[in-house]
């Protein structure tokens, strides 16, 4: 009777106690099913916890229970542990006080991280004004950390075999070091250092198997001595060297600190600062050996901050935008919590709607967020880019503020200062001595080999097909690039309008009007859905011209672009129709050039580059300098003009650039880097001899309370009044103006001389239209263009099918898009091919014949809209050519001025060449032209 009862009464008990568990799961967020006396524990794979939470989270979503077998609500997305542990700080303030958490504390509740309420606030104020005082009114720490990377470095140099060095033990002591003098005012030797090897050890197992108390005692034992001999020679009156010295200081006058928090605190600092820290670096190691380009990156601008030199501070960081973003997405990476200290609620209260009773543990869980957040788009990439804004300089303020290996709120590890300091300072020094790859080099090697060779034809398939490409070269062995042009269209008929070519970075190719159109001005605009084709490439060659890193207006992208386009064509706006300046500077212009063509004597055979050179170099220099060259003393404009030409001819030749796009660190070698780069950079250094010394004469005499008169003085007065307006910018704009229009322009009216002495009927009609309305000696003005339909028309015609540019600059995705329902990725090259469309466009039938009534209706009068909008020479959308209206005004003024004053035939006994040269642009050759004086 005795036992059924006692079975009654166990039977009753154990039901009672499953209907109360199943009842009291009702309080918490839905998760997976728990079992009674168990939970979840037999049901999930602790060794892979982060895993199993990210599979909960996408089954329950970002609020749910899981049972160890007591109820743990998890929260797995930002904006829901932003609100528990920061808006809602107080609520979620408690810690667990049970075991495990307790075997960490020396007394009850006592410490920093697992102790809570009143001891808590006490402890974390007198730690985290200890480490502000080490960190900024002395700033100890960042020498501490300096010098403890100093010995770091010369443990390594000291190691002879660097071909197999494995890091854990050399990481493991400077972060070692740095936590023991912070705390007790002591390092260790690299050859004596057992003692610390074996505490880190200990504390692994310990971490491991929390079971096993052994490891904890002899922990505890090491920190007691460590505290015991700070405090050894140390008097209250004496300034701290270290923490315990500190700690014990305040002990004197605040009750609330004691000896055994004291204890307790170096537990706390030592737990969290010894492994976390070390364990990111060495994620660190591996993931730049697997990232080289990322590490060259990061080496380029650590010479060019710190120096080869230089001991890396804290006032290097601003400097060091791509260090930074590396730094940040390593720790983003690595994420190395895969499960969030505890916390407690110590009152009902809710997130983002949901219930979560008083007294409840949770996990806020950082490690989710940084893996799975939809902000850190690919997760599993490690690509520091994301921590950039698409000026490769400029934060990206939802990333960054996404980020939280530190946890969040009150709560927050109060050692991040110190870890930040650890990590700048151990990533700079590792990677500005030494450059990291992975052991048995062929073996890796080979593996990375076919790794890249999988992945480089898998990723292929994310781009619009086009011509076979190979690994390391794409099509660089297969293209013609002296003869691109002609490449395009015949790719253009085998894989449509929309193609990728490989160079070998991969370029997306657009050769018809509708696609490039929707591309570069329908996608292509100011507003924020729709700029998708707004970027730059942002690498060599585009960034040989810039003055400052992504300065100027061609090569420039992000907020810096808008700001300098807009001032600017504000600045040429004003010249070009306010006061009329840039006219009355073409016609000026206009007059001496004619007067130089007056003065040659042999006009039977005059080869006419180098006037028509000067003549829209001087205008060019009169907008930008207020200044021009005499003709008979022009050998300094025509050297510059020579360098320019032998630059971009040499450049579009070298397939080693397009390599270095792919591969920057070539750009680095020996001999190769010079061929790739560093031959090119010798090569502008006169051209930017050249232009400062001509910003300088435009500034000399100058002071902004004057009227300008050129470009720059200009661009100087508005520098007063706007903060993104500065000198070295004023420099790269001048680079740009310079670059893109001096040749351009130049180049064309070279071709309109040969295709108007191959085309006499055209060029009669055109000199008739002249007479009629300009008269023998008027000077054209932008009133007569309108009265000039066939003028008009010629000069468009010539445009087009001088068509000068085999190759557009390119843009670059700033976000996945598509053209014509053709998808193309983020971040990829695209070239909107317009030479292609004025050459081979429906619209432009027989597009080799130069005919300018393609341009007007049959009435001879009334423009061919078509046609008109066809037209593209200066491309098209917000990135087009920013002096487009300059070199308008200088192909109509020149035009009607060579045609108004002489007739142009071939030189006697030669026929004129029509066949261009490939040297970035399609140059006619120099050839000699007669010039036939119109008698008035």
């Given at each position: 009777m005795f036992f059924l009862s006692v079975l009654l009464f166990l039977t009753t008990a154990l039901a009672v106690y499953i209907w109360r568990f199943y009842e009291s799961t009702k309080r918490y967020p839905k998760g997976p099913r728990p079992y009674p006396f168990v939970g979840n524990l037999f049901t999930m794979n602790f060794l892979k916890i982060h895993e199993e939470i990210a599979k909960f989270s996408k089954e329950y979503g970002n609020i749910f229970t899981i049972y160890l077998p007591k109820p743990h609500v998890v929260i797995t997305d930002f904006d829901g542990v932003n609100e528990a542990f920061v808006k809602k700080g107080d609520d979620f303030i408690g810690r667990s006080g049970i075991f495990p958490d307790t075997i960490f504390q020396n007394i009850e509740n006592g410490g920093v991280i697992f102790s809570q309420g009143e001891n808590w606030r006490e402890q974390r104020r007198a730690a985290l004004h200890i480490l502000r005082d080490f960190g900024m009114g002395k700033n100890l720490m960042e020498e501490q950390v300096l010098v403890s990377a100093q010995d770091f470095l010369a443990h390594l140099a000291s190691i002879k075999n660097k071909d197999e060095v494995f890091l854990r033990t050399p990481l493991q002591v400077f972060i070692g070091n740095i936590i023991n003098e912070t705390l007790f005012g002591f390092r260790y030797d690299y050859d004596n250092c057992s003692r610390m090897m074996n505490a880190a050890d200990e504390l692994n197992v310990l971490t491991e198997a929390t079971n096993n108390g052994r490891p904890y005692l002899q922990l505890r034992r090491t920190i007691k001595e460590d505290v015991a001999r700070a405090l050894e020679s140390y008097s209250v009156d004496q300034e701290p060297e270290c923490l315990v010295q500190a700690y014990y200081q305040k002990m004197q006058s605040n009750p609330n600190l004691n000896y055994e928090n004291l204890l307790n605190v170096c537990m706390d600092f030592y737990l969290a600062g010894m492994e976390t820290t070390t364990t990111t670096l060495r994620w660190a190691s591996l993931l730049f050996a697997s990232y080289p380009d990322v590490q060259e990156k990061i080496r380029e601008e650590i010479l060019r901050v710190v120096g080869p030199e230089g001991k890396p501070t804290s006032s290097h960081r601003p400097k060091m935008p791509y260090t930074n973003a590396a730094i940040q997405e390593l720790q983003r990476r690595a994420n190395i919590l895969p499960l969030n200290v505890v916390h407690r609620t110590v009152r009902d209260t809710s997130v983002k709607g949901v219930e979560i009773p008083a007294d409840?543990?949770?996990?806020?869980?950082?490690?989710?967020?940084?893996?799975?957040?939809?902000?850190?788009?690919?997760?599993?990439?490690?690509?520091?880019?994301?921590?950039?804004?698409?000026?490769?300089?400029?934060?990206?303020?939802?990333?960054?503020d996404l980020l939280c290996p530190f946890s969040m709120g009150k709560r927050q590890c109060a050692g991040e200062a110190l870890a930040r300091v650890e990590l700048f300072v151990g990533v700079v020094t590792l990677l500005q001595?030494?450059?990291?790859?992975?052991?048995?080099?062929?073996?890796?090697?080979?593996?990375?080999?076919?790794?890249?060779?999988?992945?480089?034809?898998?990723?292929?398939?994310r781009y619009p097909k086009g011509p076979r490409p190979y690994p390391f070269v794409g099509n660089l062995l297969t293209l013609d690039f002296f003869k691109i042009h002609e490449e395009f269209a015949k790719l253009t008929k085998e894989y449509g309008s929309i193609f990728t070519i490989y160079m070998p970075k991969p370029h997306v190719v657009i050769t018809d009007f509708d696609g490039v159109n929707e591309a570069f001005v329908k996608k292509g605009e100011f507003s924020i859905d729709c700029d998708d084709f707004i970027g730059r490439s942002g690498i060599f060659p585009d960034t040989l011209f810039q003055n400052v890193e992504n300065g100027g207006v061609i090569f420039s992208q992000g907020e810096n672009w808008r700001e300098q386009r807009r001032a600017s064509l504000h600045i040429l706006r004003d010249f070009g129709m306010g006061k009329n300046l840039m006219e009355e500077q073409v016609l000026l212009s206009a007059q001496d050039f004619l007067a130089h063509l007056a003065s040659i004597k042999n006009k039977d055979e005059i080869c006419l580059r180098e006037p028509i050179q000067v003549f829209i170099a001087n205008i060019i220099n009169k907008t930008l300098y207020g200044f021009s060259y005499e003709y008979d003393n022009c050998g300094r404009l025509m050297k510059a003009a020579d360098e320019l030409n032998v630059l971009i001819e040499s450049m579009k030749s070298n397939p080693l650039i397009f390599v270095g796009q792919l591969f920057p660190i070539i750009h680095r070698l020996p001999v190769i880097g010079h061929m790739s780069k560093g031959r090119y950079v010798d090569m502008t250094a006169g051209l930017r001899r050249t232009i400062r010394e001509d910003v300088t004469r435009a500034l000399e005499s100058y002071t902004p309370d004057q009227e300008p008169e050129c470009l720059v003085q200009a661009y100087y007065q508005k520098m007063q009044s706007n903060s993104h307006l500065n000198y070295e910018n004023l420099l790269n704009v001048c680079m740009d103006f310079y670059t893109a229009g001096m040749e351009t322009t130049t180049t064309t009216l070279r071709w309109a001389s040969l295709f108007f002495a191959t085309h006499p009927e055209v060029q009669e009609k055109i000199r008739e239209e002249i007479l009629r309305i300009v008269g023998p000696e008027g000077k054209p003005t932008s009133s007569d263009r309108s009265k000039m339909p066939y003028t008009n028309a010629a000069i468009q015609e010539l445009q087009r099918r001088a068509n000068i540019l085999p190759m557009n600059v390119v843009h670059r995705t700033v976000r996945d898009t598509s053209v014509k329902?053709?998808?193309?990725?983020?971040?990829?090259?695209?070239?909107?091919?317009?030479?292609?469309?004025?050459?081979?466009?429906?619209?432009?039938?027989?597009?080799?014949?130069?005919?300018?009534?393609?341009?007007?209706?049959?009435?001879?009068?009334?423009?061919?809209?078509?046609?008109?909008?066809?037209?593209?020479?200066?491309?098209?959308?917000?990135?087009?050519?920013?002096?487009?209206?300059?070199?308008?005004v200088e192909l109509f003024v020149g035009v009607v001025t060579l045609l108004q004053n002489y007739r142009i035939e071939p030189a006697k006994g030669r026929k004129v060449d029509l066949e261009p040269i490939f040297a970035g642009i399609l140059l006619p050759k120099r050839q000699p032209l007669r010039l036939i004086p119109i008698v008035q």
């Open positions: 409840t543990h949770v996990l806020g869980e950082i490690h989710q967020i940084m893996a799975h957040s939809p902000v850190f788009k690919d997760g599993h990439e490690f690509r520091p880019e994301r921590f950039l804004m698409e000026d490769g300089i400029t934060p990206n303020k939802e990333a960054v001595n030494y450059r990291m790859f992975f052991l048995s080099v062929l073996l890796f090697l080979t593996t990375a080999l076919a790794i890249y060779i999988w992945r480089f034809y898998e990723n292929t398939k329902g053709v998808k193309i990725p983020a971040d990829t090259h695209v070239l909107g091919e317009i030479h292609q469309i004025m050459a081979h466009s429906p619209v432009f039938k027989d597009g080799h014949e130069f005919r300018p009534e393609r341009f007007l209706m049959e009435d001879g009068i009334t423009p061919n809209k078509e046609a008109v909008d066809h037209l593209c020479p200066f491309s098209m959308g917000k990135r087009q050519c920013a002096g487009e209206a300059l070199a308008r």
